[in-house]
C-alpha cells in the first residue's frame, strides 16, 4: 500500500512523545532497539548529544528512507502503548515529567489514530478487492470447467458405438461436478459384497449415489437394489439415483408407494440443467430433497424444479 507521508504536525508530536516518554538515554535506547526493525540504525545515532537532538536525526533518517513512514507509523504506535509511567515518577520532579510524557502521547495518539483507521480501511477495501477478483476467477474458471465437462457429456450422447464405455464415463463426469462444488465425494466402492459408485456430502445429509445410462428408463428392480442399498446405511444417509435417460413409468408408481423413501432420483435433463448453468447441482439436489419431503415425490422433473427456485 502506497503510504502518505506523516504531515509535519505528527513528526513533531512524535518526536516530542519520544523525548518526554524516558528521561535516560539507556532506556530510550533499550526502547528503539525493541521497536526497529533494523537495530543498526539505532548504533548510527549519536548518543553524546542531547536526548532531543538524538530523537531529530533518527526522524529525519527514516523520513528518508524508502520504507520510511511505515517505520515510522509503527514507531508512533509502539510509543503510543506506553501507559505506565512509573518510571518516571521515581525521578526528581517525577510529578512533572510523568504529566509531560502523557500530554505528548496523548498529543500523538490524536493524530495518528484517524490515520491508523483510514489505514485499517484501505486494508479491508484492499482485501476486499481481492476476494472480488478471486471469486471472480474462481467463477469464470467454474464456468470453463462446466462448459468441459458439457462437451464430454455431448460426445458421449453423440457416440453411441460402445453404450458400456458411456456407462463407466458417467462416474467420472459426475465426480468433477461433486468436486466442483466441494461435495466432498467418494469414488465407487464395494461394501458387503455391494457396488456403490460412489457417495457425496450435501447439508451435512450423507448421500450415496448410482448412475446409468441404458439406453432404456430405469425400472423398478434396479431402484428398489439402490434403496436397499442406502436403507442399510444409517438412517440420515439418503440416496441419488441418476438415470440418463429416465425411469419408467411403472418404477415411478411402484417405487413410490414404498413406505419411506429415501432415494432421490435424478435424469438426463436435470444433468443438462446443471451443465447449461442454469442451475447448480447443489441447489438441484437440495430443491429435490425439499420437494420429496414435502411433496413425497422423488422425482421432480427439472422444469418443476426451476420453476420453484
Not at 138 to 167: A, C, H, M, V, Y
Not at 216 to 221: F, G, L, Q, R
Request: proline residues 2%; positive net charge; contains cysteine.
Amino acid at each position: 500500500m502506497n503510504m502518505q507521508k506523516l504531515s509535519a504536525v505528527a513528526i513533531i508530536a512524535l518526536q516530542e512523545a519520544l523525548t518526554y516518554a524516558y528521561w535516560y538515554k539507556s532506556e530510550l535506547k533499550s526502547f528503539l532497539l525493541r521497536v526497529l526493525s533494523d537495530n543498526l540504525i539505532v548504533s548510527r545515532l549519536d548518543w553524546n548529544t542531547s536526548k532531543r537532538d538524538t530523537v531529530i536525526e533518527l526522524v529525519r533518517y527514516l523520513e528518508k528512507q524508502h520504507n520510511g513512514t511505515e517505520e515510522l507509523l509503527h514507531l508512533c504506535n509502539a510509543i503510543c502503548e506506553l501507559t505506565d509511567f512509573s518510571h518516571l515518577l521515581k525521578e526528581e520532579n517525577g510529578v512533572q515529567k510523568a504529566q509531560n510524557a502523557k500530554r505528548a502521547i496523548e498529543q500523538l495518539r490524536t493524530l495518528i489514530t484517524p490515520r491508523q483507521e483510514e489505514i485499517e480501511k484501505e486494508k479491508i477495501r484492499k482485501k476486499n478487492r481481492v476476494e472480488s477478483e478471486k471469486q471472480k476467477q474462481e467463477f469464470k474458471n467454474t464456468k470453463q470447467i462446466l462448459e468441459d465437462i458439457r462437451q464430454k457429456f455431448l460426445e458421449l450422447s453423440n457416440d453411441k458405438s460402445d453404450p458400456q464405455k458411456r456407462g463407466y464415463e458417467l462416474e467420472p463426469i459426475m465426480n468433477k461436478l461433486f468436486e466442483l462444488e466441494d461435495l466432498n465425494p467418494k469414488s465407487s466402492f464395494k461394501t458387503t459384497g455391494e457396488q456403490i459408485d460412489g457417495a457425496f456430502v450435501l447439508e451435512n445429509t450423507h448421500y450415496l449415489f448410482e448412475a446409468k445410462w441404458h439406453s432404456k428408463p430405469i425400472e423398478k428392480i434396479e431402484l428398489v437394489s439402490f434403496a436397499d442399498k442406502v436403507k442399510g446405511k444409517l438412517k440420515t444417509t439418503l440416496g441419488l439415483f441418476l438415470s440418463i435417460n429416465g425411469f419408467s413409468q411403472d418404477s415411478l408408481t411402484a417405487f413410490q408407494q414404498r413406505q419411506e423413501p429415501s432415494v432421490i432420483l435424478m435424469d438426463g435433463a436435470d444433468l443438462m440443467a446443471v451443465l447449461d448453468q442454469r442451475i447448480s447441482l447443489s441447489k438441484l439436489i437440495s430443491r429435490k430433497k425439499e420437494i420429496a419431503s414435502t411433496k413425497g415425490k422423488i422425482f421432480a422433473n427439472i422444469q418443476e424444479i426451476l420453476s420453484s427456485k
